[in-house]
C-alpha cells in the first residue's frame, strides 16, 4: 500500500513505501514458527522418549531415522521463522518517496538489512527528473513499478517489491506524481 501526503501549499508530495510489514509476511513468519516448532518437538520427543506435544504421541518414532529428519527440518523452519520476523522487524524496503518543489529536490527513502548501509537515502535535484515511466509486464511472474527517469542515472523504482499493484492505482499514481513534476508519463 502506498499513501501520498500533499502539503497544504502543494509544494511537497510525499508517499510511503510498504516494506517487509505486510500481512502477508505476518502470516508466513507464523504458520513457519508453528510448523517448525512441531516438527522440533517432535524430533525431540523420539530422542528423550516423552511426549512433548500434547496432541500427538512423536515418543514412538525411532529417533534414527525419522527423529533426526524432524529435528533437522525443525531447525531448518526455525531459522527460516526468524530471518522472516527480522525482516518484518527491520521493514526491509520500507520508505517513503519526497518530492518537495521548496527546496528543489527529490528524496527517495529505504529501509535496509542492519549493517552500514541499513538506511539508503537518495537525493537528486528536481531538473534532473526526465520523467515518470510505467513498467507493466503480464504473465507467469507480472511486474507492475513505477520508475523515475533521471539525467545521466538508472531509473529509480518508486514502488514497493513483492506483489504487483492494481493497473488503476498504477496508472493514477504515475498520472498524479507526472502531473506534479510536470513531466512527461512514459510506457502507458
Not at 527480522?86 to 529501509?111: A, C, H, P, T, Y
Amino acid at each position: 500500500m502506498t499513501t501520498s501526503v500533499q502539503s497544504p501549499s502543494d509544494k511537497v508530495l510525499k508517499r510511503t513505501v510498504l516494506g517487509a510489514r505486510r500481512l502477508s509476511n505476518y502470516w508466513w513468519a507464523t504458520v513457519v514458527s508453528i510448523g517448525a516448532t512441531g516438527f522440533l518437538l517432535a524430533g525431540l520427543s523420539s530422542y528423550f522418549h516423552r511426549d512433548l506435544l500434547p496432541f500427538a504421541d512423536p515418543a514412538q518414532l525411532v529417533f534414527v531415522p525419522q527423529g533426526i529428519a524432524m529435528t533437522f527440518y525443525g531447525v531448518a523452519g526455525i531459522v527460516l521463522a526468524t530471518y522472516l520476523w527480522l525482516i518484518v522487524l527491520w521493514d526491509v524496503g520500507g520508505g517513503f518517496n519526497e518530492f518537495n518543489k521548496e527546496e528543489d529536490r527529490v528524496k527517495i527513502f529505504r529501509s535496509g538489512f542492519p549493517g552500514k548501509n541499513r538506511k539508503i537515502e537518495l537525493e537528486y535535484p528536481l531538473q534532473d527528473v526526465l520523467a515518470v515511466r510505467v513498467d507493466i509486464r503480464d504473465g507467469l511472474n507480472p511486474k507492475r513499478t513505477l520508475y523515475l527517469r533521471l539525467k545521466g542515472r538508472q531509473d529509480l523504482p518508486l514502488t514497493r517489491v513483492g506483489q504487483p499493484i492494481a493497473l488503476s492505482e498504477l496508472e493514477n499514481q504515475g498520472a498524479t506524481l507526472a502531473r506534479f513534476l510536470q513531466v512527461p508519463l512514459e510506457g502507458l
